[in-house]
């Protein structure tokens, strides 16, 4: 009815404005109520037009329009500085739901507002800085623009000092509401990481989406977070903040008040889920449909009542504490629609009213959830009771079992170890009738060529009885020392040649026993090799290194040499190796006889 009449009055009456009187004294004066306004529908002038319309005298400090679409409203007054020095003043817009707020001095033009923050400013209200000259008089226009949001008019006259004051009261009040909010979020975060409840998650994700709220409806994403540019996408699907809250709030509901039993009332519930994000994305800058949208999110609320009062019915204890927790929260919620649609402006009567809503409606439903956990533990304790008699049957019987199993798993694995140790014991015995059978036919024979023949087989036979007389001592077959294995294996050949050879190992890992037999044959094969054919002279080195990078193992022999090319082609001992590294080892072989004779092997181990 207002806004009515103050569409009426405006196009039917005009009137000489009387210059607002300020000094460098001057501090928090109103301006609405000294001020005439003008209703540009259809947004249609500019300011030389607007100069020439007719305004009217406004008598009231704060104007309530709601959402008036495709509207610029006009604000005009005048200011004197009666004082013969320079005053400089702060024109504060007291609301920061405005998208756009423009300011006409000297015709210049200064835009503030959600989508014109200054970068460097960062109080929460809109403002301008005026700075008049000694008795300078100055007609001052401002232009409100808002597509999305309600307007709600309110100017103060500030001088600098006072008007940090002011902003510095509202952060704080601002801070400490996000700090209660942030304390609640963190206590229902660390019962839901104990409960493993999902009620806890959907009312974490709740508390979410009320902050969220909060932050937009102050301007703080613009103000900290977002561009102009993205703070304008946003704003354009700012029901869609609504539906975060209501999803989560309805999704909370059936859980905490167990409304899944109850069919009827779960359908409905499940329509809004469906319905609120579809007619949000409907909603994205879209004027008309975002009001009607925002009535259709609100006709949820009585029904989230009656369902808590159809659960109390019901015998559901927790649905007390959600009827208390929702009275704030409901109220909160009317005041919002009545100032949505211009009606009542609740930051004039109740600054902080929403804030309050919001901080008693979430401690109340934490309450409620803490007094849940108590339920649920009394229904543990009766489990609790019916399980361990059960678990008292079920352990004497288990017990029982295992003594049987357990004594006949122990006689199998002393059979086994037996086994094992008698068949690694027979094994070695083989091994050493072998070799001595080789030696005894070493010395026998007179030809050079059949006992060097007789020694290399001899050798590579050595290379593997060691290896099971390392098993036999080492009760932990999977860790064999690898260097000490090479070093028994080199020792040998060495002990059958009279040259003077050095050799340096870098064991970096411990080999598998599955491929150890493998890497001693291959040893064997080039250590023997470089010993018979590397060195000319009676002196030289040879390098043993095994290093692994993640499942890649690398063994590289190299001997100080003269190289491979004076060697003989057709060598058995290079075929055997090559034989092990590709059929057994599935790796592969490279060799460089550019300097000595380098030969790498690469091969995947587990």
């Known amino acids: 009815m207002k806004k009515h009449l103050i569409l009426f009055f405006i196009f039917t009456y005009h009137f000489s404005l009387y210059a607002i009187e300020i000094d460098n004294n001057s501090s928090n004066i109103s301006i609405l109520d000294k001020s ?5 529908k259809g947004k249609k002038f500019t300011l030389e037009d607007i100069k020439r319309k007719k305004f009217i005298k406004n008598n009231e400090s704060q104007l309530n329009f709601g959402l008036i679409p495709n509207t610029n409203i006009w604000i005009h007054f005048k200011l004197h500085n009666r004082s013969n020095q320079a005053v400089k003043m702060v024109l504060e817009y007291q609301s920061t739901e405005v998208e756009s707020l423009s300011l006409y001095q000297k015709d210049k033009e200064i835009k503030r507002g959600l989508y014109h923050i200054p970068k ?5 209200h809109p403002h301008f800085s005026i700075q008049l000259s000694p008795n300078e008089k100055r007609d001052i226009y401002i232009k409100i623009e808002s597509k999305m949001r309600a307007i709600s008019a309110k100017m103060t006259l500030w001088n600098k000092e006072d008007f940090l004051k002011e902003d510095f009261h509202l952060k704080m009040a601002l801070l400490l509401f996000f700090a209660i909010m942030l304390t609640l979020f963190i206590y229902n975060l660390m019962l839901w990481h104990f409960t493993q409840d999902r009620v806890y998650m959907f009312y974490i994700l709740y508390l979410l989406g009320i902050s969220s709220f909060e932050a937009n409806y102050y301007g703080l994403y613009s103000l900290y977070l977002f561009s102009p540019e993205l703070t304008l996408f946003f704003e354009k699907g700012i029901t869609i903040i609504l539906v975060i809250m209501g999803i989560f709030f309805i999704l909370f509901a059936r859980e905490f008040l167990q409304l899944k039993k109850f069919k009827k009332i779960d359908t409905i519930l499940k329509f809004y889920l469906y319905a609120m994000p579809i007619s949000s994305l409907l909603a994205y800058d879209n004027q008309f449909f975002n009001t009607n949208i925002i009535i259709f999110y609100t006709s949820a609320s009585p029904f989230l009542i009656y369902s808590g009062i159809f659960a109390l019915k019901q015998g559901i204890k927790e649905a007390k504490y959600y009827l208390i927790g929702w009275t704030p929260i409901l109220l909160s919620m009317l005041i919002i629609i009545l100032q949505f649609i211009g009606i009542f402006d609740v930051k004039n009567a109740f600054p902080y009213i929403l804030e309050f809503a919001f901080v008693s ?3 109340i439903f934490s309450i409620a959830l803490a007094h849940r956990i108590e339920i649920a533990k009394k229904e543990k304790r009766l489990a609790d009771k019916k399980l361990i008699n059960f678990q008292k049957y079920e352990k004497e019987k288990l017990q029982k079992l295992v003594k049987e199993k357990t004594k006949e798993l122990s006689i199998l694995l002393e059979e086994k170890e037996i086994l094992y140790k008698e068949l690694n014991h027979r094994i070695k015995n083989n091994f050493m009738m072998i070799l001595s059978l080789l030696k005894l036919q070493t010395k026998r024979t007179k030809n050079s060529e059949t006992v060097a023949s007789l020694t290399i087989t001899r050798n590579r036979i050595e290379s593997i009885a ?8 080492n009760n932990n077959a999977i860790n064999l020392d690898t260097k000490l294995y090479l070093q028994s294996i080199c020792s040998n050949i060495a002990m059958n040649v009279p040259q003077e050879i050095t050799i340096s190992y870098n064991i970096q890992h411990n080999l598998e026993t599955n491929n150890l037999v493998y890497i001693g044959l291959i040893v064997n094969e080039l250590v023997t090799n470089s010993f018979k054919y590397a060195f000319e002279e009676n002196q030289g080195a040879i ?7 993640k499942q890649i193992a690398f063994l ?6 003269k190289g491979f090319k ?3 082609k057709n060598s058995l001992g290079l075929t055997i190796v090559q034989i092990l590294v590709e059929g057994q080892l599935q790796g ?4 460089d006889s550019s300097q000595g004779t380098d030969t790498q092997i690469i091969w995947k181990e587990k």
């Open 556 to 561: 590289r022999v190299k001997d100080n040499g």
């Open 588 to 591: 592969e072989l490279k060799i």
């Open 120 to 124: 460097k400013d960062k109080t929460i």
């Open 543 to 549: 390098d043993i290194s095994i290093v692994k990078r």
């Open 36 to 40: 005439s306004i003008f209703l540009d």
């Open 566 to 568: 004076t060697r003989r």
């Open 361 to 363: 409606e979430s401690f």
């Open 466 to 473: 060691k290896l099971y007389e390392m098993l036999l001592l």
